[in-house]
């Protein structure tokens, strides 16, 4: 019985958990802020990140440095001195993949805190549903049980991670 209220709870926190929401990071003006995941291997990520303009009327935005890193260390994203960017990965080790952001402070003015957004989704949750959809002519309910199918999938694959580790 207990088994089944966990499944019941897991699967009730899934379907609430299906939209994806930006996370906003405030950069220090020197410094880097980071942030990580423990991903598995074979796992598409995908994320997207600009600046948050905070009441700079007549101020250019300030610009900022990006970079992804593997578990082992090797280099999957790095761009410099930009307002917006994104990228995408399939993941080829297991490990925790870490994104820092940190700010361009040559040729600025200023010197205060930036704000990012940052929307970083993995696994089903960066599948593209919308072609899934076209592809297989299918809408509404047979839409959202493909998604929690595929939901559940991935939580059986990251159970038997679990179990093996």
């Given at each position: 019985m207990a088994k089944d209220i966990n499944l019941s709870s897991l699967l009730l926190l899934l379907c609430f958990t299906t939209l994806t929401e930006a996370?906003?990071?405030?950069?220090?003006?020197?410094?880097?802020?980071?942030?990580s995941e423990e991903i598995q291997t074979h796992v598409v990520v995908l994320a997207d990140y600009y600046v948050v303009a905070d009441d700079v009327q007549g101020h250019q935005l300030q610009t900022i440095s990006a970079k992804v890193t593997?578990?082992?260390?090797?280099?999957l994203h790095?761009?410099?001195?930009?307002?917006?960017g994104?990228?995408?990965f399939t993941t080829t080790e297991t490990g925790n993949y870490v994104a820092c952001f940190w700010v361009d402070n040559k040729h600025q003015e200023g010197?205060?805190?930036?704000?990012i957004s940052l929307e970083w989704?993995?696994?089903i949750h960066a599948k593209d549903w919308d072609s899934v959809?076209?592809?297989?002519?299918i809408?509404?309910?047979?839409?959202?049980?493909?998604?929690?199918e595929g939901a559940v999938e991935a939580i059986r694959d990251n159970l038997i991670y679990l179990k093996n580790r």
């Open positions: 996370l906003w990071l405030t950069i220090p003006s020197k410094g880097t802020k980071c942030m593997s578990p082992y260390g090797n280099n790095q761009n410099e001195n930009v307002t917006h994104q990228f995408a010197g205060g805190e930036t704000t989704k993995t696994g959809a076209r592809k297989d002519k809408e509404g309910v047979e839409l959202e049980l493909r998604k929690l």
